[in-house]
């Protein structure tokens, strides 16, 4: 079964599989021919897509963890972070020199949630975690984030968002200096910006639905979202305008999308920005569900699978020439890709995929 945004923890044992032969993906900044991913349930599996064959694990095996949840790479490609459950820690491995260095540590009770996401300039994290309230019977969830080398591995880092709140989804800034998310405070969920250093916030969105799943464009002048009406029934694809001179960030700004505007009916989580920010990935649920690409503004949706290879809700990933977008069918433990624009032309590079996590 494909994990979903809501699964739980699976303990096991893990490793994570690297290979000294990425040293020319990590000579270039990162490249462009590996996916992270969870084999199974228990394994990060770093697939390579020039040889369509997993990499093998180093001479000197690196143990990872009992369980694993969650994991990325670094923007700059050198580095993967994850949750190992065993010990509530945030681990970063060194591809290049196969070692572990622990980041964050977690209090007794709590776990991470869905999200962990590396700043642009591969020096922060922005995560959610999930813990127990005494007297309540769902836990909270609460937005933080670390700086690497600077935060306290004993430590969880800095909370951005209230205290025993409501609150998931963070993206980064294209500037890496602070962290979109999704918050429910006073009854009503909205987006908010706060950033790394904890002043703000800012408040994104004023609206009476469900705001969640922001996704910041990598050019910094939008953030596309999610907007849920429990009482409509519907979910869309909206896009607000961000705007930065200099002085910090602000909501709009000339050129940009000021109030949200709709792009498309009732899709499903989650959002992806092709790295030139020019279109979206994101699931469609009108006929099923399946995969669109859709620019921003104006008009210009693609289908990009149909029936026989329909996108599942785990993570879009484009690739970062902005040419393919690596998915999951429905109901299938397949990692595929596909062209980005229309053409599709999917094809399946591995079985035992649990969940996508980052492509470099």
């Not at 980064?172 to 908010?192: F, R």
């Not at 569900?289 to 289908?303: D, E």
Request: without cysteine; hydrophobic residues 35%; charged residues 15%.
């Amino acid at each position: 079964m494909l994990r979903l945004a809501t699964a739980a923890l699976i303990a096991g044992p893990a490793v994570v599989m690297v290979s000294p032969a990425d040293a020319d993906d990590q000579t270039r900044g990162g490249g462009i021919n590996r996916v992270l991913y969870e084999k199974g349930t228990t394994t990060l599996g770093v697939f390579d897509l020039k040889s369509a064959i997993p990499d093998q694990a180093p001479p000197t095996t690196q143990p990872v963890a009992n369980g694993t949840q969650e994991g990325a790479y670094s923007p700059d490609g050198t580095r993967i972070a994850y949750f190992r459950v065993s010990d509530r820690t945030i681990q970063v491995l060194n591809r290049s020199t196969n070692t572990l260095t622990k980041a964050a540590t977690f209090p007794a009770g709590a776990s991470l949630g869905v999200f962990l996401r590396w700043s642009p300039d591969s020096t922060k994290l922005a995560y959610n975690m999930r813990h127990p309230v005494a007297g309540q019977s769902f836990p909270a969830e609460e937005v933080w984030t670390l700086t690497l080398g600077v935060t306290n591995s004993a430590t969880p880092g800095l909370r951005l968002s209230t205290a025993n709140g409501q609150a998931n989804s963070p993206t980064w800034s294209p500037d890496s200096q602070g962290v979109a998310y999704s918050e429910t405070l006073g009854g009503q969920n909205d987006l908010y910006f706060k950033y790394s250093n904890g002043t703000g916030p800012l408040q994104i969105t004023n609206d009476a639905p469900t705001q969640s799943f922001p996704s910041w464009s990598p050019n910094g002048d939008r953030i596309a979202y999610i907007s849920a009406d429990p009482t409509a029934g519907t979910r869309t694809l909206k896009v607000t305008g961000m705007f930065n001179a200099g002085f910090g960030w602000s909501v709009g700004g000339t050129g940009a999308i000021t109030p949200a505007t709709s792009r498309i009916v009732s899709p499903t989580s989650p959002i992806s920005w092709s790295p030139n920010s020019l279109r979206l990935a994101v699931n469609w649920t009108s006929t099923g569900i399946a995969l669109y690409t859709t620019p921003p503004f104006g008009s210009g949706n693609w289908q990009e699978t149909f029936n026989g290879e329909k996108s599942g809700q785990n993570a879009l990933l484009w690739s970062p020439d902005n040419l393919k977008v690596a998915y999951q069918p429905l109901g299938k433990n397949e990692l595929w890709t596909m062209n980005a624009g229309g053409s599709a032309n999917p094809f399946k590079f591995a079985n035992e995929v649990g969940f996508l996590l980052s492509w470099h």
